[in-house]
Each structure stands twice: as structure tokens, then as C-alpha cells.
């Protein structure tokens, strides 16, 4: 069901394929996106009812596209008091952690020299879109934790864009709970083009965010052009670091438990999906994948888990944790557990990696639902450049400068020397102008 | 020459264009881009000195691609020593700047509630790209400011790829004097495209900075599926906020001189380099008009400045300042210059702009010569969603979390109602299984 290697003998193809995982796919679809992205400039609103006709619901009509208080009134009506409260939750824990970040955003102003005063403050993106993705079942956390981000960051606009098909009454709840009033149903590729370009009833967004497929994906980054976008984000991925510390508490076969349930819950994600644990107990892997194949009988999504087991997956044992570490580090995950002795010690030694879980009470699962981290996060290597969503996804800075004259006075020498090597002399002349 | 407006009676085509700008004719070049890229793909080095033998230098050789210690030691022979301070210097404000910027950015940890603690911390990116682009003369400015940001960063891995044309001698030394050890000769589109993509010389990076024309933007954006870039930079853009009023120091006429000066070097810049006058005073307007003309005369860029002038340019007379802060809000420049009564009290309602500033000692040719403040900044209004070039464009955050067995007792409710909803029976089960 999965493969076990050991790093050392692993052949570069292996690695190759583990590493470079399902992402980037793009190319195979780009054509079709690019033909929904220019039906959208085109014939806007025409283009959404189309498409959502087409793939979401026959029913579809323009009157359904924008989400009405009718519609919210009727989301609530139909869904049980305890989910309702249980989203109330995650939004509450999702802006206490948000709150924090928007406490590290600060403004600055300070004399960099005499008569030399320099700062910056941070705004808010004025039009902000959400992509919440659809699926078999609605994601109303997807929703939340977006929303609250872009809330905290202060935001005057934020728009969502959500699943076409089906009620979404979750959704609803999750987006009217944070204050998002401006919600569509639109779907895929065509939501990310009706953001970035508007239509006759959307109006442009300035920066698109949200996780989607490989069609959503692709529009983003081919819509970049014109909008910015949080990061590229394919299949979800976890890379789990466990040694073979044990303690009364959490024997070796335990900790293979946790290790297998926190492998099934990514890979049941999508077929899509990418695990890996990396241990330098051949004992742990081997209790792992027993674990694994054991508890995968009791789960409802076994075709996803399996496909995704068996092509992107693996579990790697190395000779020592600085080797899995590094392997760690060259991966750079979108998610990586760390069930070791010391995780805190590992951590320091972690340059690249999106969402981390220290200890053994903290599995993904905890981080998408309820911890009130950002859980929508660069996938496919790109911890490497990019940061999880959060406020300052939702920012930006305003640089700015005050010189006095003999501030000017004290600059004005360099200027006349680069300006001239540089062959401008109209910009040696607007500092010239002023002391003449 | 420049052409003066009312914005109460402006048309809306005449504002269309002026708020357009020259940005985004990236659409005309795509395809050539996409064959340079395409090129360096498959061809690697090869086609490196091909494109340079083609475009910079007939004798280019692959022996001419990376920079030696002797090309540097030949730079400070060549160049005079008053140069070599006067980079110094600008290196020395830059670091001051950008250590402001480093220490804002912090990591932290809290308890978000009990068993659950929370954290970021800032890591740089590992492997970072820098374009300095080429010219009649060279850039060594452009070469400082983004290596003192990455260098304060902590990036490992900085190069620089500068033009094949020519000497370069001060950007040499610019990137010496930065601690910048690996350096490219390798212009335009195929610049970005090896740090992108690799060649046989050139190892990747994960992100890329620095203006460039409209090729370089291009190859920039259609490179994102692989890279992060800092912004889309296009052709450079001031508006400068003016209002009527005046001192014993600085008169009507005088502050005409002044803005005429500001616009006329932004101008330089090349043929479509924007400059907008935004002022509530029809005598300033006629002023600034007449003393452009005039100043004009003595300047050497004359064709670039008029093209500049006459295409995307404008003065524009507003009935308040109000009217026109509105405007720049709209029109989110690169460059603002506020030359007003209370600059301080403009800044406050300035929500999207790149650098602003303040004062009339203070043209936005000293930002990009000595204040030390970063001056590659988003263009064509990528200010609304995108930040000037800074420390943060080189680091990204890792999140954390650790949750204790009572941490996560609290949570798990959470989890399973809200998995339910979503249908991720295993994730439930990651987080079942350690409280059973």
C-alpha cells in the first residue's frame, strides 16, 4: 500500500519522484483554462451561468449567482444548533491567532540620519477574493479561516466565491459569521477569471486567495498578470519526522499509531495527496505501515487514500534524524509533524516548511480544524518562497520619507556622483534645483 | 508638451488612459518571451551566449558568463575612487534602512489558550535572484539596494545577473561591496529564465527581484509556475500632490520649480515613463507648464523626456485636495510626492502607494540615490496589492503549534463535528485515536 525505502539506497529516480510529488500539472491544463479565463473576459456573467450549467447544477440561473439574505436566513434554518456552534468556535480560536499576527504588523518611523526621517505603515488590500472550494461535501473552514485573515488585516472588501453545486449551507453560516457579505456561487477556473477580470454583477478583486484543483490553480497563476494571489497551492502534503523515543506514556506502538492515522488523514485528501514519514527506526516504519494498512479498513474514502498511498507516498528510514532533517529541509512540506524526543530542538534546525506540529498530541488534523493557525498553505516545495495565508497575505507597505534642507544638503553630494555614472541628469538636477 | 486637464471635465477616456499608464504590454511581447524561455530550457548555457552574442556583444563567450576575481579588480582599477565612496555611502544608508525593516520583523510564541501554544518564526529564502538591468549606462544602484535587502535577510544564496553589455565596473563593485560572490553576465528575458529554470552555470533560485523592461516583466510573470518574483515592475511613474500653498521660503514660483524638476526626471527614465502633476491650483498648474518647458532645454534626454510627456503624462487641476488625494488613491502610484501644507495629514489618507514623499526637500531622486529607503517598487498600480521591495520579500514565515493531551481533549470536539461535515472520517480518527 505504501513503499518503504531506506534513504540511502534510494535510487535518484525514487527521490525525484518524491520530491517533485503531483504539483505542477499546470501545463496539462492550461489551454482548457485559459479558454474558460477568455469566456469570462468575454461574456462575463453569460460565461458563469454557462459553465455552472455545465458542471454544477442544470438548474443553474444569473438569479442564483449572488448569495441573498434569503439564502443565509435558509442556510441557518437547515443546519443543526451544534454545527453552528462548533464553526462560532473555530472563528473565535481562528481571530485570537490572527489578532496575534496583526500585533507583529507595525508601523515605523524613524531618523535614519539627521534631517533624514524614514517609515513605512502597513494597509489594507482594498478588494480581497476568496476562493472556497467545493467537493462532495462543503468546506465551511476554508471559508473561516480566509475570511478571518482578511478581516483582521482590515480589508473593506472581501468577496467569496463558493461551490456552484449543491446547498453549502455551511458555508454560508462559516462566511456570514465572519461578515463577508458579497458572496457568489461560482466554481473553478472561472471564479478565479471573474475575480481577476469582473463581470457584469462581480466586481474586480485587487488579490485572489484560496486553495482549489488543478484547474484553480492553473488560473491563478495564469491571472497573475493582473491580480495577485496568496501561492500556488496544489495537493495537500504532510512529511511526519519521529524517531524512536519512547516513554510510558507513548510506547514505539503507539506513536506508529498516531504516525499511521496522521498518514491516512492527508492521503484522504485526494488521490493527489503526498505523505511521507522519514524515521531512523526501522522499527517505527515497519509498526507504521502494519498500523496502516490496519486502520485504513475502518475509513470511508479507501479508493483516494489508496491511489494516493501508492504514487506520491512513501516512508523513508534514515541512518540518523539530522539526515531526516535534512531531507526535511530539501522537501520543504506544506505540513510537517515532528514526533521526536526534543521537537523543539528539531524546529530550530527547520528553514522550510509551512504549518509545523510539535509533539504527539498535535496532528495535522488539530491545525485545519481547530488550533486557529492559517491552515491554507504553499504546497509542492513552495515553503521554500512563500508564507502560510494570514494578515499580512491581506497587507501591504506604504514607504515613506521627510528630508530637511540640510538633510538634503547632506545627500546631495551622492546623487550628483551615481546620477552621473548613471547617466541621469535630470535626477542630479532636482536635487541641484533645491539648494541652488 | 504635457498636457493640463480639469479633472472635473476630464473625459473618461482621457482618464482611462491616464490611470491605464504604459504598463502591461506584456501580451505583445509573450510570445518571443516565451521562446527565450523555452530556449534556455532545452539549450541551457548554449543559449545563454547565443542571446548575448545576438543582442549585447558579438565576441560574448561562454568563458564571459561568470564574473571572476579579475573582472572585479579590474572594476576598482577602472574606476575612480570619489565613485567607489559614493557607492560605499549609498550601501552604508541602505544597510541603516533595511536593519529598521529586519528588526520589525519578529518572531513570537503565545498561548493561545491553555494546552495550546501558538508561533511564527521568519526564515529567509535559501536561494535568492537579483536582476540589475542594463542600459546606456550602468546601474549600480539598482545592484545595492536589492543586495543589501537580501544580504540583511540572511539569505545564503544571492546572485546577481547584470548586463552582458558592456563593463558594468560600478555594478561590479556595488555587488562586491554587498558581499555578492556570484555574479551572471546575462541580460533580459533569458536572465530570468536561467535563474529560473538553471542552466549548466547557473543553479536556480526559488525567487527573483529587480526591474527590468517589458521583456524581463514578462519572462518574470510567465515564470511564476515555477518562482516567486518581487512585483511586476514596469516603466518608472511619479504623481506628485501639490497644493497652493506657499512661504517666505518657497513661493508659488518656486515650488513650480520644483515639481517641473521632479516630473522631468521621472521622465527621463525612457519614452514611457509616466508623470502626473496633481494640484487644486490653476497657477501652479500654469507655472509647473511653463517651467518644464523651460528647464526642459537644458536637459540630455530630450526625445525620452518629450515621448514620456506627451503620452501618459498629464497635469491635472482638481476643485480640492481632497479631489485629488481621491485620485491617487485610485491611481496608486509608485512615486508619491506630497508637496503640500501638511504633508503628515495627506500621508494618513494614503491607502495604496510604493514610496511617498514628504516635503519639498525631499524629490523622489534622492530615494533613488541616498535616502537608503528601498526604490524597486510595484508599478501600473501594483501598489493597490503588492509592497515595495524590502527585507520581507526575502524571508518567508514558518508556523507552529503545540497542543498538550488536555489541549487537544478541548479541541477535539471541534474536529468532530466540523470533519463530519466535511466527510474526512480519518482526519477525526488522527485526532480520536490519541485520546482513546
Redo the contacts between chains.
Sequence with gaps: MINVYELQNMTKSVRDRIMKRSQ?D?DQVKTKVEEIIAAVKSDGDAALVHFAKKWDDPEFSLAKLKITDTDIKEAYKNTPK??ID??K??IS?AQ??HK??KE?I?N?E?E??EG?I?G??W????NVGLYIPGG??????VQQILAVAAKTAGCPRIISCISAKGKNY?VLIAANECGIKEIYRVSGAQAIAAMAYGTETIAPV??IAGPGNTYVTAAK?LC??K??ID??AGPSEVLILADNSASPECDLNKKA??CA??L??Q???GTDSVVVLLTDSKQLAQLTKDELEK?FE????KED?QKSLATYSAIIITHSMNEAIAFANDYAPEHLEILTKN??EI?KQ?????????????????????????FC?PTGG???????V?V?TFM??????????P??AR?C???Q???T???????????E??LE
Tied chains: 1, 2.
Design positions: 505542477n499546470i451544534e454545527i462548533k464553526i468556535e473555530q480560536l485570537k491567532f496575534i499576527q507583529r507595525l515605523w524613524q535614519l540620519e533624514i524614514v513605512e505603515k494597509t489594507p488590500i482594498a462532495k461535501n462543503p468546506f465551511p473552514t455551511e485587487d488579490l497563476i497573475q498578470s491580480i495577485a501561492a500556488p499509531k498516531y492515522a496522521d491516512l488523514a492521503a484522504e485528501h486502520q475502518k475509513l470511508s474514502r487514500i521537537p523543539e524546529l527547520i528553514n522550510h516548511a509551512g504549518s509545523v506540529f510539535l509533539g504527539l498530541n498535535n496532528p495535522v488534523a488539530l491545525g485545519d480544524y481547530a488550533t486557529g493557525i492559517n498553505l513552495w515553503t521554500r518562497q512563500s508564507s502560510p494570514g499580512w501591504k507597505r506604504v514607504q515613506y520619507s521627510f528630508v530637511t534642507k538633510g538634503l545627500l553630494p551622492i546623487v556622483t551615481i546620477a555614472v548613471e547617466g541621469l541628469d535630470a535626477h542630479r538636477h532636482s536635487v534645483i533645491r
